[in-house]
């Protein structure tokens, strides 16, 4: 069934309302019995269940808590949220920028079309540009200089 836009408002608000409450309460959780790092695990396992119980769809809980921590709080503390759900965010980072890389030049994202390629093409043509232009400057200094 097809929520409406105010159902999945509350939702979403609902979603950040008890990450908000367990990232707080993390600590004191962490703290009820020292296990090491398995102890941390088992933390963050029951922060992502107790989150999807609020609405079971990992992807959509993901999907508003990187809107929230990312674009409206700018929080730096994210460490929930990777530890809870870093499984999705890896999985969404890959499927949406499928076979693209940055340009070593200008840091565009683009697609390559050669298994080297490091240079968008516009960058490409632009060195081509340049390497050309220096070896008519070198050829001409070794023809005028005889």
Not at 24 to 48: A, C, L, P, W
């Amino acid at each position: 069934m097809e929520k409406s836009p105010l159902e999945l408002q509350n939702i979403n608000l609902k979603i950040i309302e008890k990450y908000e409450e367990l990232d707080k309460k993390k600590r004191f959780m962490m703290n009820k019995s020292d296990g090491g790092s398995e102890n941390y695990t088992y933390v963050y396992q029951v922060i992502r269940e107790e989150i999807l119980k609020v609405f079971n769809d990992p992807v959509h809980v993901t999907n508003v808590l990187v809107e929230y921590l990312y674009n409206q709080k700018k929080s730096s503390h994210k460490t929930t949220l990777w530890n809870s759900f870093g499984d999705v965010m890896v999985s969404n980072l890959k499927q949406n920028l499928g076979n693209s890389i940055l340009c070593d030049r200008c840091n565009e994202r683009f697609e390559p079309t050669k298994q080297r390629q490091a240079q968008c093409l516009e960058c490409q043509e632009e060195i081509k540009k340049e390497k050309a232009k220096l070896r008519k400057i070198k050829f001409n200094k070794k023809n005028s200089g005889s």
